[in-house]
């Protein structure tokens, strides 16, 4: 499969579903392009994940998205933390929006992630880029127990071994160094 | 209500079931107490929690336990891993103990454990007494989403809230240091 | 000593210094106002600690503000992460900034936090509030080495055992909830 | 360079330098075998680095030892918990040990480690192999100022980048697994 990482679709872009009107979290597109250029964005990523009996990690879901012109890419799920929300809320609300309302997530008793990440615009400064904006990801392993059915704009959960998930072609797979991010998300839980 | 820490019954005296035949976990009294005055021994340790929908700790379990000669003592969910036994399955293996088949815990995903203890059977060494015994305990807190019928030794565990469980007359009723790791516990998760 | 907590300083009001010209990090006031209520903001704070030969804490520092109205509060250190800025970079600049050039921290080699907090400007959504704005902030308990030499405007880095920092009349005197914060950061050291 | 790691020594074989007398951590051959086969042994496992001005790893330290054979092997710095013996007190004196006493080694401020790891006789059980014993290592992640000069039989500390420490080749020299283990370690720190 041909996977093109170069051009990435905003998944939230602007913002993945409007707020209910007064709430100052929902930003326009000029707001939001004004405050990426001046604040690092706080954002949650989640690894879905599934467990054995005991708690180990025996499967890994990545998110298989395409772009507008139809590229294929693969991501975990990602989005920012909006004005007033917490980050369990945030958490919560990209959860459902990326695997659906019946993935019963099991959501982490601790708000320290298993990772920060950290994104900028201009390779170089640290590990990860994001071309849109400067972020600082809390990054978290997230069993799920129940079905996953991706809105729209993500085609599918693939589910695979850690092992697949690990492996350097799936790695490369995930743009922005992300690889590298998964891959140190899974070694929290033992790989 | 009086609560008398001077005495502790084992909760294992001398192990809380035979293994099969052959197992070289399982130890005869003699044996336990040869190997428990050469080695530091580890422990498993469990804080019970109930969660609500977004992973807040919302109560908290402490087991209710009394002594040989009826006097009641507050206690984690804790226990020795054997010789040939993963940390995931004597952490099962106590939870099911104390709790009964159907509390359905939530296992850890990550082995790395909210709080390391060391308990010496000499007080001043660290904050931590346990009188039979050189222990070194990983300490998870642990959800669980069913219904909690400890076995016979364990009159009861008795759920309360965060606040409740930090309370001091609470802490103090945990034995040998054990009101602080219960504290150290419950500010990995946000109390 | 009586100590007023309910009008704080900005310690960095608006800015503790201005940035090299053309610094997209740097914002002016209207600029701060503006993002500080559309986004969350990302800050690191530390807890300063001296240890003993084996890595064990037997020193918390905390800092002794003065507000413009001559009333003293204590704060952990504590500030915002610029844009364009690595969380190294800007903990490194706030301890510097607090504590002086000569206090020879020793920075964290992970970048997850000893804890996370959130604070929003209206209380009840979380243990933390900040009536400037919705931070997350990273915690990080960090040791110092060297000779500590507060900027102007903080007059004392004082030092005592992590008893007298627990203590509920010091945890009192940190505004904002940051006694409970305080507490928590200590817990992963052991307290 | 060929290393075999088929046979390793016992870097402890039985005990790396006797006790006083009287001292109970302190076992005998027949001792030591005899609880190897009753209880996981606790052992203490650190990575030694140097760090850049912001706490960032920039060198990663593996020690070089040979086989009485003459047959060359990479190591992590390993070993055993002594009945009364602290973890910093076993990390402290493993780390001397091993690097010598000039090395100055940043103990670490909480005991929770980077990473757990279970070491069965027997494979397939865990990622983990020990021939000598069970045993549940706490892993840490330790920087070194000074200047490192192992004792006798390790031959060399050698520093490394972490790209080169993280290379297949490399992680491959590390027996038992702990290839595994060294790349999980460095994931904490950014790797």
Redesign the interface.
Known sequence: MSIDTAELPDPEGPEDRPAPAGN?GW?SDD?LS??R??????YVEAVP?R?D?????IEVGLLLRSTPDGVMTRALISGR?????????AL?RHLENDLGPMAFP???????????A?Y?PMPG???FVDERQ?A?S?VY?V?VTGTCNPRQDALEVSWMSPEEALAPDTLDELPGGRGALL??AL????Y
Chains 1, 2, 3, 4 share one sequence.
């Not at 250029?37 to 706080?42: A, D, I, K, N, S």
């Not at 009996?53 to 990690?57: A, E, N, P």
């Not at 099991?106 to 920060?116: F, H, Y």
């Open positions: 100052p930003l707001e004004f405050v250029g001046r604040l690092p964005v706080v994940v467990l009996g005991l708690g180990q990690v933390v909006r004005y007033g929300e917490t980050l369990r809320e919560f099991q959501m982490p008793t601790a708000l320290v992630p298993a990772q920060i950290e900028f400064i640290s590990s400067h600082v809390l392993v069993p891959r140190q070694s929290t839980v033992g």
